[in-house]
């Protein structure tokens, strides 16, 4: 009787501590044979059942894993392409403007951020290191504009009313002084609000005006 208990009884007993100890260690779920029509039997087909439903939200959270993998992995190209693309047009407009045959310069509160060759060469900067390194732009005003032009500046930002073209004395790293013509406005740059300055110099165009008024 004893040994027709352990072979009705002891061996699913062991089947299910077998299949419950490999879940434990490797996490291989694996049904266990069930005895038919006893106690012992509706407790393996409720594990069976349990094992199962566990396998199937494993399964459910592997693919939705697997497709919130696939979303970041195409919203993840995309900005790379974007940001390559934004790149790309950044570096042809300051190609671009390196080229320009006017001065361009950006500042912050007249703190220098960028220049271009040409206004390097206007005012007699070296390298643009040189032109950053400046603590304000102000040293490109002779000192009896800066009163005025700081002045403009402050109204642009403040969104009043300020002229976008004027003329102003210009002074250059030597001390030499030359006439300018400056239009500004406010960009974005860098995620900061900055004012772009576009200088054309205007000794040129004195010299024929004098020129035709010698006539």
């Known amino acids: 009787a004893l040994a027709g208990f352990r072979l009705i009884v002891g061996r699913p007993m062991e089947r299910l501590h077998a299949s419950i100890q490999r879940i434990s260690e490797t996490g ?26 566990e396998s199937e939200r494993e399964q459910v959270l592997e693919n939705a894993n697997s497709e919130i993998h696939g979303l970041n992995q195409t919203l ?23 080229k320009f045959s ?3 310069y950006i500042h912050s509160e007249f703190k220098p951020l960028y220049a271009n060759q040409t206004l390097l060469d206007m005012f007699g900067f070296r390298e643009l290191d040189d032109f950053l ?9 002779a000192p009896e504009e800066r009163s005025r032009i700081w002045g403009y500046h402050q109204a642009r930002l403040e969104g009043r009313g300020a002229p976008k073209d004027y003329d102003f004395h210009a002074l250059r790293q ?15 740059w860098e995620g900061q609000s900055a004012v772009c300055t576009t200088l054309f110099d205007l000794t040129a165009r004195q010299e024929t005006e004098q020129s035709l008024a010698e006539q």
């Open 28 to 53: 291989e779920r694996i049904p266990v044979e069930a005895p038919q029509g006893d106690e012992l039997g509706n407790i393996i087909v409720a594990f069976n059942e349990m094992i199962e439903r």
């Open 174 to 188: 030597d001390g030499g002084t030359f006439m300018a013509n400056n239009r500004s406005f406010v960009v974005d």
């Open 133 to 141: 390194s400046i603590d304000s732009t102000e040293i490109l005003l």
């Open 102 to 104: 006017s001065g361009i």
């Open 76 to 98: 993840e190209d995309r900005v790379r392409d974007r940001t390559d693309q934004l790149l790309e047009k950044e570096r042809g407009l300051r190609d671009l403007i390196e």
